[in-house]
């Protein structure tokens, strides 16, 4: 992943999950991070429809009247434009926005220290778990 594209995803996801101030900011976690690594692994083809979407993302904007970029809109400005992109009247847009948002959110809610924040601490389970069947003398 480029950093651009992952300066575009962390903006979007900024403006998707609108952390701040109760949880970490977008740039503190490993969410951009983690869709680099969804990209490595990603089949050639998804991978290539993900970037492009990315740029996409970015571009937009000025096609919708804005005079910047995604990353040089202010929050205000790109919540309206997401807004106005969810509503889309071509279908395949507003499918294309929901994956994204879906995407966003699996990888700043996936971030360890953001679900430890919200109260969900994976070692702890598997620390449990682990205890529970060496105790029930199971493998």
Known sequence: MTAREASIF???TDTVVSPEPLLPPVRHTDAAAFL?????????A?????????V??????????YKQRLRKLDRPDRAR????IEKHRAAPI?????ALKGIAFLCYYGDDAVMKQLGYDAD???ARA???????GRP
Do not use: Y
């Open 130 to 136: 682990n205890a529970l069947r060496l105790s029930e």
């Open 46 to 54: 998804n991978a290539a429809g993900l970037r492009a979407a990315l």
């Open 10 to 12: 962390a903006c979007f």
């Open 36 to 44: 680099g690594h969804w990209l490595d692994i990603a089949p050639k």
């Open 94 to 98: 507003r499918q294309a926005v929901k």
């Open 56 to 65: 996409m993302l970015e571009l937009a904007p000025r096609a919708f009247g």
């Open 81 to 84: 434009f997401l807004q106005q």
């Open 124 to 126: 702890a389970n598997v």
